[in-house]
């Protein structure tokens, strides 16, 4: 029996949940609590649906209109909403005002650390991409050289700017009324050096106090499965479905699990390393010193040795070349869908989720193999684990990662509106970032 989970000790394990009110966490709750909790379900509610009118808040969320009227006056006296008359207005009388985030002025430092480049993004609140900035990682790269990249990119968006910041001004578009809610990073666990070498390593506490060291804001870490299940779970193809499984693959393959709401983190929140789990006792080795493991099966790597590329050529031109009907790219890819199939019925018939969701490459192996992989899957899997399943592709597509970070780290602002950010988490300029 799986128990309900706890957030493990990293801080980093996202809790997916974005549907429903922050669980209260003292069991009289006074009116001050209350009111936290109401503001927080309040913003949830517009950050994960748009513009909503208070109305409808009124009626979703259960509370009175006078309530919802104090509240979203809060919000927006707080510079995190807006409220508009609606441009629309089709019943007479006074129409009810439309709540809308503010993701021009609230926003939160998303970044991903992937086997082959950097990214950041200044995401609003309300999950809008607003700017978007990117690196190679070359091989090799150091954490702290990672670090450093990234607070440059971050820098460079404070700027609005190009490549050199300007001197002097780092305000926002808006003139400099912005509030930044903290940062999260999404690691890939896996990365391999050219000679093979293979680093199993990820996310950890010393690499978000390095980011909030350099960028002068709260960070924290999380494993990229794990952020982009978090995603794919608020505004993306899982929505409201609490049982799910996510896989993120690129050179390796990993998990991020959702049980009854929760992620399952394991301890140190380093669950989910699905890509070792042996499928094949007579395979191949695998860089984590064992053999078999299932990411050399359905890895990047595997996908380029069946098609018979040279390293370094990008899975997507096989997975093309086997679209356009290249007959051993169209073999590789259905060689790869198989296995893939393979572990996802052994997953299923562990944790049986209503949803699994592929994402980074195996989103193309899907997308190219999907007969294949659920032929493989109803030959292999339990009918009681199969027969509701859906299999997906992620709605999200690269940037699941970066709103799952982005979401991470909006986490405080959404618990408690009112004081869940600014001051803990001053942005670039605040910071006094040069
Ligand atoms: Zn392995």
């Given at each position: 029996m799986v128990t309900p989970l706890r957030r493990g000790p990293r801080r980093a394990g996202p809790e997916p949940g974005a549907e429903q009110p922050p669980a209260p966490p003292v069991p009289a709750a006074g009116q001050e609590e209350i009111r936290r909790q109401n503001l927080g379900a309040v913003l949830r509610y517009v950050h994960v649906h748009g513009p909503t009118s208070r109305a409808e808040l009124t009626s979703r969320l259960g509370l009175?209109?006078?309530?919802?009227?104090?509240?979203?006056?809060?919000?927006?006296?707080?510079?995190?909403?807006?409220?508009?008359?609606?441009?629309?207005?089709?019943?007479?009388?006074?129409?009810?005002?439309?709540?809308?985030?503010?993701?021009?002025?609230?926003?939160?430092?998303?970044?991903?650390?992937?086997?082959?480049?950097?990214?950041?993004?200044?995401?609003?609140?309300?999950?809008?991409?607003?700017?978007?900035?990117?690196?190679?990682?070359?091989?090799?790269?150091?954490?702290?050289?990672?670090?450093?990249?990234?607070?440059?990119?971050?820098?460079?968006?404070?700027?609005?700017?190009?490549?050199?910041?300007?001197?002097?001004?780092?305000?926002?578009?808006?003139?400099?009324?912005?509030?930044?809610?903290?940062?999260?990073?999404?690691?890939?666990?896996?990365?391999?050096?050219d000679d093979g070498t293979l680093h199993v390593g990820g996310a950890d506490d010393a690499l978000a106090a390095a980011l909030g060291a350099e960028l002068g804001a709260g960070f924290v870490a999380g494993d990229m499965a794990d952020i982009a299940a978090l995603a794919e779970h608020t505004r993306g193809v899982a929505a409201g479905i609490n049982d799910l499984v996510y896989l993120h693959g690129d050179t390796g393959v990993s998990a991020g699990i959702v049980t009854g709401g929760r992620l399952v983190t394991g301890h140190g929140g380093a669950s989910g390393k699905v890509g070792h789990m042996v499928v094949n006792p007579g395979g191949r080795g695998c860089g984590c010193g064992s053999r078999g493991c299932w990411e050399t099966e359905v890895g990047t790597q595997a996908l380029l040795r069946r098609a018979g590329a040279p390293a370094g050529t990008s899975p997507i031109a096989v997975l093309r070349a086997a679209a356009m009907g290249d007959a051993v790219a169209r073999e590789a890819l259905r060689a790869v869908a198989d296995w893939l199939g393979f572990g996802v019925a052994n997953l299923v018939n562990v944790f049986n989720p209503d949803i699994v969701v592929f994402g980074g490459t195996l989103r193309e192996v899907y997308a190219g193999g999907a007969r294949t992989v659920r032929r493989r899957l109803d030959t292999m899997a339990l009918p009681a684990s199969r027969e509701h399943l859906h299999l997906r592709a992620g709605a999200l597509g690269p940037d699941a990662a970066l709103i799952g970070a982005a979401e991470l780290a909006f986490g405080a602002l959404l618990s408690d509106p009112l004081n869940g950010t600014a001051a803990a988490h001053p942005g670039p300029r605040d910071a006094g970032l040069r």
């Open positions: 009175n209109r006078s309530t919802i009227r104090a509240l979203a006056a809060d919000l927006s006296a707080a510079g995190l909403v807006s409220e508009d008359v609606p441009t629309s207005g089709r019943r007479a009388g006074r129409p009810s005002l439309v709540v809308s985030p503010r993701s021009e002025r609230v926003y939160a430092n998303a970044l991903s650390i992937e086997p082959a480049r950097l990214r950041a993004a200044r995401v609003g609140l309300g999950g809008r991409i607003l700017d978007l900035r990117e690196a190679p990682r070359p091989r090799g790269m150091s954490p702290a050289e990672a670090v450093t990249e990234l607070a440059a990119l971050v820098r460079r968006m404070g700027t609005g700017g190009g490549d050199d910041p300007p001197a002097g001004d780092a305000r926002g578009a808006d003139g400099g009324d912005t509030l930044c809610a903290g940062g999260a990073v999404a690691v890939a666990d896996t990365t391999r050096d």
